[in-house]
């Protein structure tokens, strides 16, 4: 759902992207779940949708918890439903053909883009970063088969920038373009830009014309934002996934990440759908607003957790904190794997538990399994009852140790793998 049309686009000298921006966050959540089971409803003209949410009533969609009362898609199925439904998996309504390109991520996992400005909803992104149209823009996401370099060079063409279409490798070449055409911005990995500067500093070219950044796909430390900033680039982050386009992305406020006007999202316990307490740490589930490719309630596979309050920078939609790990801890115990869902479904099996971690050890040789589960109060009998529970979810046994809440810490961690390696 992108409502730009219907907004006045803001003047380039002007703060916001858009109105959508600093709508009432009623207004937002009204408009949002109104589109909502319209959304639906088109996804549901494709196989694989009309499978995944069978038997959903779209006159109840109307709210974030009827919305989280859908089974989650995650990402980590997506190659196999692919491999048994190609080339999408039957959740694509907008045919094959009639797509702009059908690209391939590792796994792999083949993605579309469709036709029309600004597909990955990259442009808003850009424009909080301080790109404004007629400025030039070196791109350094991959083009070859992955969507990154299309995700940024859509956004900035639909903000009324040139593109320089670095790529990746070749650093003496880029160099050699920037140096030349003087781009203004940089798009690509934060890692990439240091390289750059670092180059250009030892072959003694000028790439000085570079002031801001919109920087994804590795870690940004505080110490290399630091670096860049005192060698002139200001650069903000962009959370992006190759099947849900720009998520969410940083403001001059550099107080987390704001959520996307196109995306509803949602922080869950791994390996459940089910919404965490809004600070706790969980694994980011998104409903994206795209009628080529709709997704309702992907799980990301990674970790982040939703910040108080409103963005100090005007912006009033969801803030989260950004990437915070991997959700996917499934490890293997004793030959058999262990999921972050059946440590779920433990906890689910006794309401008197509250944050819960099964840390994996060895000792004498053996894999051991510890459940350190939050619990107010003494509870007669209940470890040896969720120890019964540990058993009959996971066939192995485990031990149980019941701890205050509280103590446990709050990183989204269900499973925690302590044995060395080697």
Not at 86 to 108: D, E, F, I, Q, V
Not at 151 to 171: F, M, Q
Not at 294 to 319: E, F, K, Q, W
Request: contains cysteine.
């Amino acid at each position: 759902m992108d409502n730009s049309s219907t907004h006045k686009r803001s003047d380039p000298m002007q703060e916001f992207y858009d109105a959508l921006e600093t709508r009432a966050p009623e207004v937002r959540e009204r408009e949002q779940f109104a589109e909502l089971p319209h959304l639906v409803a088109h996804a549901l003209s494709a196989p694989g949708w009309a499978e995944h949410l069978a038997g959903v009533e779209l006159r109840t969609l109307n709210s974030r918890a009827a919305l989280a009362a859908l089974p989650v898609l995650r990402k980590s199925d997506l190659k196999e439903r692919q491999q048994a439904r190609p080339p999408l998996g039957g959740y694509a309504p907008t045919a094959p053909g009639k797509l702009k390109r059908l690209l391939m991520s590792p796994g792999p996992i083949f993605e579309p883009e469709g036709y029309g400005s600004d597909w990955w909803h990259a442009a808003r992104a850009l424009f909080a970063a301080g790109f404004r149209p007629g400025d030039i823009v070196h791109n350094s996401f991959a083009y070859h088969l992955t969507p990154g370099g299309f995700i940024l060079e859509s956004g900035a063409h639909a903000l009324g920038c040139a593109v320089i279409p670095g790529g990746v490798g070749n650093t003496e070449q880029q160099i050699d373009a920037i140096a030349h055409l003087k781009p203004s911005g940089y798009t690509g990995t934060p890692d990439f830009l240091k390289i750059l500067l670092d180059t250009a500093e030892k072959t003694g070219k000028d790439v000085s014309s570079i002031k801001r950044g919109l920087v994804s796909g590795a870690a940004l430390p505080g110490s290399l934002r630091a670096e860049l900033a005192g060698r002139g680039v200001a650069v903000m982050q962009t959370y992006a996934t190759a099947e849900l386009g720009v998520i969410a992305y940083e403001t001059p406020a550099l107080q987390g990440m704001v959520v996307n006007e196109t995306a509803i999202v949602e922080i869950v316990r791994p390996g459940t759908g089910d919404p965490v307490a809004e600070g706790d740490v969980g694994e980011v589930v998104v409903t994206s607003f795209n009628p080529d490719y709709p997704m309702i309630r992907l799980a990301t596979g990674d970790l982040s957790a939703i910040l108080a309050g409103r963005s100090p920078c005007g912006r009033t939609n969801m803030r989260i904190k950004g990437w915070m790990g991997r959700a996917d801890q499934t490890t293997k115990v004793k030959g058999m794997f262990v999921h972050p869902g059946q440590v779920a479904e433990i906890a689910k099996r006794h309401p008197e538990l509250g944050r819960v971690r099964l840390s994996v050890t060895r000792e004498a040789e053996q894999d051991v399994m510890t459940l350190a589960a939050e619990c107010a109060g003494e509870a007669r009998g209940l470890a040896d009852a969720v120890a019964a529970s540990v058993q009959a979810v996971t066939k192995l046994k485990g031990r149980v140790r019941l701890v205050a809440p509280g103590s446990l810490p709050n990183d989204g961690k269900i499973i925690a793998d302590e044995r060395s390696v080697g």
